[in-house]
């Protein structure tokens, strides 16, 4: 597992780091990046996994904000432009 801090909250994630197109899991309400190990597992020989602990849940950090999902998808997508794009 790795960490990425973003907008002062740090997510806890995997990544298969492979050189193919990125494909993102995001868990629901309530669970972890765990609960998608059986479709990354599935989809990384074709694909870069990246399974997510979005913010509140699994290991990744809990600030006391809202939790809406306005917020979360902002978080996200700071997230994916970060991971994606910093030359990896």
């Known amino acids: 597992m790795e960490f990425l801090k973003k907008d002062a909250?740090?997510?806890?994630?995997?990544?298969?780091?492979?050189?193919?197109?990125?494909m993102?899991?995001?868990h629901g309400?309530?669970?972890?990046?765990s609960s998608l190990?059986?479709?990354a597992e599935f989809f990384r020989n074709?694909?870069?996994?990246?399974s997510v602990d979005?913010?509140?849940h699994g290991e990744s950090d809990t600030p006391h904000q809202d939790y809406t999902m306005a917020t979360l998808q902002t978080?996200?997508?700071g997230f994916?432009?970060?991971?994606?794009?910093r030359g990896r």
């Open 75 to 77: 978080i996200l997508c």
């Open 9 to 22: 909250v740090t997510l806890k994630y995997e990544d298969t780091g492979i050189d193919l197109p990125p």
């Open 54 to 56: 979005l913010r509140g």
């Open 29 to 33: 309400c309530g669970c972890d990046h």
């Open 80 to 85: 994916v432009q970060s991971l994606c794009y």
């Open 46 to 50: 074709s694909h870069r996994v990246i």
């Open 24 to 26: 993102v899991l995001v």
């Open 37 to 39: 190990a059986l479709q």
